[in-house]
Every structure is written in C-alpha cells, then in structure tokens.
C-alpha cells in the first residue's frame, strides 16, 4: 500500500514536481510520512484493490486559524518536523491527490471528510490546509488576494478546489502568499521549462501559479507559490 500510495502521489504531481524542492520538502516530507504513518491515508478501489487516493497530514500546533501566516505549507512542515509551538492541536494536511484518471468522482471531497474525521478521532481541535487553487495557474498574473474572491456567474467562488473545501464546510481563512518557495539556478528552472530562459526577467512555466522571479546577477529563479489556508473548527474566517 505504501509504495501504491507513493506511485500514485508521484503519478498526480508529477508535472509540477518543481515543488519537491522547497527546503522543508527536501528536508523534511518523507521522514514526516514516516514518522505519521498512521495519519496518511488511501482511498483503496475494492475492484481493483488499488488506491485511487491519497492524503497526507500531520499533527501540528497552532494557537488557531486568525494566526497562520504567509508561509503556508513549508511553515506547516517544518513546524512539524521541529516540534515548535509545543502539543499538537490540529491536523495539517499537507495533499489531497486524485490521478486524472480518478478525478471528477468526488474522491477528493472524500478525503477531505476523512481528513476532518481523524482530526476528531485523534481528538485535536480541527483541520487546517494550505490549498492549492486548481485553476490559478491558468490566471498567473491575479494577485491571489484578488483570486480569492472571484465568483463564477452563478455567484459561487470560481476556484472549483477552493469551492470543494467550502462546501465540505471549511472556511476561507487567508492566503498564504509563499507557501512554498523555490529557489534554484536558471538551470533548474530550464529543465522544468523544457525550453532556455533569459536572466533578464521574470518568466511562466506550466503548471505555476505566479511567475518566477530572476535574480540576473546570482542567476537563480525564485518561486513563491500561493496557496490560501482553510480551516475546519478553531473560528477565523475571510468570508
Ligand atoms: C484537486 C484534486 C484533488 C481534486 O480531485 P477530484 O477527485 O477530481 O475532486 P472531486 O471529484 O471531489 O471534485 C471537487 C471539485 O474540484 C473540481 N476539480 C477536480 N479536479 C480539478 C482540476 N484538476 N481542475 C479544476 N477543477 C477540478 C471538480 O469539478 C469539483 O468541483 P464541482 O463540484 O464544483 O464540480 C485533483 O484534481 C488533484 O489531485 N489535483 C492535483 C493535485 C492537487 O492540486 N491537489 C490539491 C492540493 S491542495
């Protein structure tokens, strides 16, 4: 099952796999995986007896939503791996991964009631999550903060992601501007592109949800991606 659900996470972030290399992924994401082991969950197809899901979480101390920060999901990461803040009092996911073959069959939704489920069975005070808009990348160059309140024409909020959370009962929180930051030579950034890049100015890859930022003299990309944190339980609330 382990190595199914590694298949399987490897298979969904595969084509935005620059965001493996964030400091706190490299240092500190698998050895966190292991040590909750009990907290990483699969959705197992009974036909197939294969998972057709997957979400990863850990225990984290937080003195409630009102104050999360900017740093989102690296804040979280490390903040579990360092034990900082003192007794874990909610649960952090950290992915909820669907393979496009699975996806639209509301196993997401699933997983984030489990999610929420075994935040109460391990008796801590809620669910807190960096989320990952689905459709920003499409819409690179929109402030986050101008993202978030974007509705469709039916008056619902556009993101259809961030619309799962809220109608599984989350609250909008804030948006975490660096929630994971990437910052690697042009190179790196070229090999993700598939194409040569300019270190003259900021650039787009696919898959990335604001552009990269380039320092021409060291020649290194920087790569701060926004999420926005919702919240189950614990109070605070954007909307
Ligand atoms: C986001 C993700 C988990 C959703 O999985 P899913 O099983 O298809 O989601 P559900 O069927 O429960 O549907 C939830 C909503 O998201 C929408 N949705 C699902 N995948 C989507 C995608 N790739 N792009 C845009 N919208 C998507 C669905 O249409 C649905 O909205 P609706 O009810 O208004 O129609 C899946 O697309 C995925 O793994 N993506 C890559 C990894 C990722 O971004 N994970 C989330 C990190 S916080």
Redesign the pocket.
Known sequence: MRRAAIALEHA??GPVGFLNYTAAHHNFYDDLLEEFADCQLCLVDPETDYPV?VACCVPVACSGPDELPAEGWDWMVERAAARRGGRANMLGAL????PTV????????TMIRALRDLSGRMGLDGLI?P??P??KDAHPLVPIGDYVNWVDDKGRIFD??L??HLSEGGRLVRPCERSMVVEEPLGFWETWAGRELEASGDFLIDGALVPISVDPTRRIGRYEEPNVWVAYGGGGSLH
């Open positions: 969904t972030w899901a992915a909820i991964s669907v699975h996806r639209g069959k509301g196993h997401a939704r999550a989320v990952r689905t459709r259809p992601w619309r799962a």
